[in-house]
């Protein structure tokens, strides 16, 4: 069984860092590109960035370049976003997603349930 499972999220003031976690099992870690995305309320799901595992291999939504930055541990199957200089427009829910590295395109087959971000100002 698949299983995404984001934590880290809360309740920051505008400035602050966060650091989110996505712990992976059920499927061979080493072999996925995994995701990042985020939903804030009213708007549509939007890509953060993405990993490949086997290599590090990063790229980002053009927005997040700079103060976002996704990192992976291999023995522990978990990849992370840290979120630098948040801003009250980075509240969201963001989710975690994965998909067999060999797919190409930001089609994934698994997701977790997501962990809430609030930035205040």
């Known amino acids: 069984q698949v299983l995404l499972v984001e934590s880290g999220g809360g309740t920051v003031q505008a400035g602050d860092s966060l650091r989110l976690s996505c712990a992976a099992s059920g499927f061979r870690f080493s072999s996925y590109a995994m995701a990042w995305f985020r939903q804030a309320p009213g708007k549509e799901r939007e890509f953060v960035g993405q990993?490949?595992?086997?290599?590090?291999?990063?790229i980002y939504a053009d927005s997040m370049k700079g103060r976002f930055r996704i990192t992976r541990d291999m023995p522990k199957n978990t990849i992370y976003l840290q979120m630098n200089t948040l801003k009250p427009e980075d509240t969201a829910v963001y989710y975690c997603?994965?998909?067999?590295?060999?797919?190409?395109?930001?089609?994934?087959?698994?997701w977790g349930q997501g962990t809430q971000v609030t930035v205040a100002s």
């Open positions: 990993i490949i595992t086997n290599g590090g291999g990063t």
């Open positions: 997603a994965g998909r067999p590295s060999w797919k190409s395109g930001r089609q994934y087959d698994y």
